[in-house]
């Protein structure tokens, strides 16, 4: 084995819309495997333009799978710690994958995406829905794991399809609605977050699913990749529209306190410690039956050594990733996700801290370029999200 790795280049593959964001005028740099839009009129201009209007994100990088075959959904619960086979068609659940430790390999969102079958006058058949298919969308950078781990841990008998000719866009933001409504009249009048639909626009064929990763009421769509250049024009026609990039998406996530895989949750956390033990249904947590169960158990019931909260910073210097913090000369916790929050003009973070440092409202101190700086614990979100609940 030569040790020139001169020849090792890895391959940063193009978006179905790269060519669209660049005629946009996006700065693009390599994220997940792929050539990402990171701006396009500014991250804060973006940032603050999904708050107040609908911004357009292209998150075709993610993976997005459809399992089916029989049994699918308790096939699921063996590897998921959510209540998969208790969610209705057409309703859609966060949940995580979690190894045999406990550690969290991804996290994701499962649809119900069992298809209704019309009725059939001439056959004298009624409607009724059809053979159970779930639909995955899972993170980019770690799609391929993903799927190697399904593929291994599931039954011969289910059959996973990587949706890869399909395109996702993310439609964000307090007007997301009336613009989606404006170009596909009553798609979504009965929607609520954590629902999804099928739908054919035209020649389009789209699963629409209102939820996000951004605190906004909004939308993710799916569509085929060879329409989304298209779609993109007809919605970003719409006034409240503009494209967003990936600067503003992070933004927009740490505000809502919302984890991003590879920084705040790893294989090296727990969703316990992670602070997301409302992906464990109670019943499921008692049953167990899912890979990890004993390990992530155990956490929950001795309690976390350590745990994932919210920080506000004194001055304006934001802490990144990988800023220690301590309670005087202890260090008691670590950064992992850190920024500058346009909504409250406040830098803001979020990390791992110590259990016995992580009651709001704690003060401690993050080091900066070789500053301590003043910070205290704060409860998340740091911006209130705004799903669309229903009345």
Not at 108 to 134: C, Q, R
Not at 283 to 301: I, L, P, Q, S, Y
Request: aromatic content about 8%; charged content about 25%.
């Amino acid at each position: 084995m030569s040790d020139d790795n001169d020849d090792i280049v890895q391959e940063i593959e193009k978006l179905p819309l790269d060519a669209w964001h660049r005629g946009k005028g996006a700065r693009m740099v390599p994220f997940a495997g792929y050539e990402m839009p990171i701006q396009f009129d500014g991250i804060v201009a973006e940032h603050e333009w999904t708050r107040t209007q609908a911004g357009l994100f292209d998150v075709s990088h993610m993976g997005q799978l459809m399992l089916t075959g029989e049994n699918v959904a308790e096939e699921l619960e063996k590897l998921l710690p959510g209540a998969i086979a208790s969610l209705k068609p057409g309703k859609v659940r966060y949940s995580l994958l979690i190894d045999e430790n406990g550690g969290i390999i991804d996290d994701l969102m499962v649809t119900n995406a069992t298809p209704w079958i019309e009725a059939d006058e001439e056959t004298g058949t009624e409607g009724h829905w059809g053979d159970p298919a779930y639909y995955l969308v899972v993170n980019g950078a770690t799609k391929w794991d993903d799927i190697a781990h399904l593929r291994e841990h599931l039954p011969d008998e289910i059959t996973l399809t990587h949706l890869d000719e399909q395109a996702l866009i993310a439609l964000q933001g307090p007007n997301a609605a009336t613009a989606l409504n404006r170009v596909m009249r009553n798609v979504i009048d009965d929607m609520v977050f954590m629902e999804s639909v099928t739908y054919d626009f035209g020649e389009w064929p789209l699963r629409i699913t209102r939820a996000g990763y951004t605190g906004e009421d909004g939308f993710e769509i799916s569509v085929p990749a060879e329409f989304a250049e298209s779609l993109c024009d007809r919605l970003c026609a719409e006034i409240e529209v503009r494209p967003v990039g990936l600067g503003a998406r992070d933004s927009l996530r740490l505000e809502a306190g919302l984890p991003l895989y590879g920084h705040d949750i790893t294989t090296e956390t727990d969703p316990v410690s992670a602070d997301l033990v409302f992906a464990l249904t109670k019943k499921r947590r008692e049953e167990g039956g899912w890979m990890g169960h004993e390990a992530v158990m155990k956490v929950f019931n001795e309690g976390p050594a350590e745990k994932r909260v919210g920080l506000s910073l004194e001055g304006r210097l934001p802490a990144r990733e990988g800023a220690l913090v301590f309670d005087g000369d202890k260090q008691i916790g670590r950064i992992t996700s850190g920024g500058f929050s346009p909504t409250l003009c406040a830098p803001i973070a979020m990390g791992y801290l110590a259990q016995s440092h992580t009651e709001p409202g704690t003060e401690v101190e993050i080091e900066v370029r070789n500053k301590r700086l003043p910070a205290k614990v704060v409860p998340m979100p740091f911006v209130p999200h705004r799903y669309h609940r229903g009345n």
